[in-house]
């Protein structure tokens, strides 16, 4: 599994992920087409002012923020329907103990890997432009994130209800995809170790 390009990818998703989550966002920001306030919005509202207020707090440590963002990354990413794509068709050949060993170890691997970035992140400016429906479930919302005086970046958001709350499927950074982005970095580990079984122990190792 090469480390350098995804490494990158990190970076730029882990301060973009912590900007979506920790900026005050106005509801009427993600209001939908048929002028309705999408519950989504209301989530996003939420979630910010939880995030905003761990990184306001100047008396936690960094590995307690980290402990923090463990917590709102297994919470808020649907991390195992993000790990069957990942795995491709590697998934339908793997058995009922492949397939429950790779998703803790991918689980952890993305969760540990993420909040470290995030645990020291900067906050820089968030703008919500506008969201819409894609397919049956979904919501795609369309942001821009300002820092430091660079050009904006553009981030769009597939999130999706299910059980009763709202879960993030993938992040698009600059047309880049979080979930095609790990499905790619994997696909050669997976060739080569014969399926999602080859993958734990290295995704393991990663994790430590």
């Known amino acids: 599994m090469r480390q350098g390009g995804f490494s990158t990818f990190v970076a730029g998703v882990g301060f973009t992920l912590i900007t979506f989550l920790s900026s005050p966002t106005q509801a009427q920001d993600l209001v939908s087409t048929s002028g309705h306030v999408h519950p989504a919005a209301l989530h996003v509202e939420k979630l910010g002012g939880e995030v905003l207020a761990v990184l306001s707090n100047r008396s936690l440590s960094g590995d307690q923020r980290i ?4 917590g709102v990354l297994t919470r808020d990413l649907d991390i195992p329907l993000i790990a069957r794509f990942v795995a491709g068709r590697h998934w339908r050949k793997a058995n009922p103990e492949e397939r429950r060993a790779y998703l803790d170890a991918f689980g952890e691997y ?3 890997t993420f909040s470290a970035r995030l645990g020291g992140v900067t906050v820089g400016r968030f703008e919500v432009v ?3 429906g894609i397919g049956k479930t979904d919501i795609l919302v369309h942001s821009r994130v300002v820092y430091d005086g660079a050009k904006p970046l553009r981030a769009d958001w597939r999130v999706r209800e299910k059980d009763g709350a709202f879960r993030i499927l993938d992040l698009s950074v600059e047309g880049i995809s979080m979930a095609l ?3 790619k970095e994997f696909a050669s580990v997976l ?3 014969g399926g999602v079984g080859g993958l734990v ?3 393991k190792a990663s994790a430590t």
């Not at 402990?67 to 463990?70: E, H, R």
């Open 67 to 70: 402990a923090y963002f463990q």
């Open 110 to 112: 993305v969760v540990k």
């Open 130 to 132: 506008g969201s819409r």
């Open 181 to 183: 982005t790990l499905r």
């Open 191 to 193: 060739r080569r170790k």
């Open 201 to 203: 122990p290295i995704l």
